[in-house]
T-cell receptor, first 116, second 115 residues
Framework: GAGVSQSPRYKVTKRGQDVALRCDPISGHVSLYWYRQALGQGPEFLTYFNYEAQQDKSGLPNDRFSAERPEGSISTLTIQRTEQRDSAMYRC??????????????FGPGTRLTVL | GENVEQHPSTLSVQEGDSAVIKCTYSDSASNYFPWYKQELGKGPQLIIDIRSNVGEKKDQRIAVTLNKTAKHFSLHITETQPEDSAVYFCAASLPLYNQGGKLIFGQGTELSVKP
């Protein structure tokens, strides 16, 4: 079956522009996570959804970052007024999120964001 | 909050040798410890995980051990092959009902297997 997909795979934008990154989780997965991965580092948590509800946004760096998952499936991470320091790989992961206190997460290929 | 430390940052072995990567975590409430393999240009791929009620788990050439008392866990790869070359990440997670099961990752280990 299809895994987690993300689009676009690469995004180059100029400083000050807004960008929207899309994540399509594994079909039926209840939970969806956004992470940011700097070069040579492990992914860092940004935010998490359970169905359409944003349960935790403690990892979002500032109020220029927002995310939504209006129908409990596809999610969009939006960065307003981008800055060069926002350049990174943005990764999405999903998990079934039910029936267990454990949490196998499956990652998408990521969106490489470059802010010029 | 949870903190995960991973060592070594780079590891080079000869084909056929074993490789061991070690991680420590800080929050004793963490109950799930996955390992991911990340190849160049790809997303992290879950290769094995261990839960806090288990001390060891094995899947063919890879195994993971967990010491809850010492709060450390390790990945063991035996009979390494060139295709094992990649960056490996460990992670720790609190239960789903506690902070939603977000993963806290280590810094990664770049494994190189020389033919």
């Amino acid at each position: 079956g299809a895994g987690v997909s993300q689009s676009p795979r690469y995004k180059v934008t100029k400083r000050g522009q807004d960008v929207a990154l899309r994540c399509d989780p594994i079909s039926g997965h209840v939970s969806l996570y956004w992470y940011r991965q700097a070069l040579g580092q492990g992914p860092e948590f940004l935010t998490y959804f359970n169905y359409e509800a944003q349960q935790d946004k403690s990892g979002l760096p500032n109020d220029r970052f927002s995310a939504e998952r209006p129908e409990g499936s596809i999610s969009t991470l939006t960065i307003q007024r981008t800055e060069q320091r926002d350049s990174a790989m943005y990764r999405c992961a999903s998990s079934s999120g039910t029936g267990s206190s454990y949490n196998e997460q499956f990652f998408g290929p990521g969106t490489r964001l470059t802010v010029l | 909050g949870e903190n995960v430390e991973q060592h070594p940052s780079t590891l080079s072995v000869q084909e056929g040798d074993s490789a061991v990567i070690k991680c420590t975590y800080s929050d004793s409430a963490s109950n799930y410890f996955p390992w991911y393999k990340q190849e160049l240009g790809k997303g992290p791929q879950l290769i094995i995980d261990i839960r806090s009620n288990v001390g060891e788990k094995k899947d063919q050439r890879i195994a993971v051990t967990l010491n809850k008392t010492a709060k450390h866990f390790s990945l063991h790869i035996t009979e390494t092959q060139p295709e094992d070359s990649a960056v490996y990440f460990c992670a720790a997670s609190l239960p789903l009902y506690n902070q939603g099961g977000k993963l806290i990752f280590g810094q990664g280990t770049e494994l190189s297997v020389k033919p």
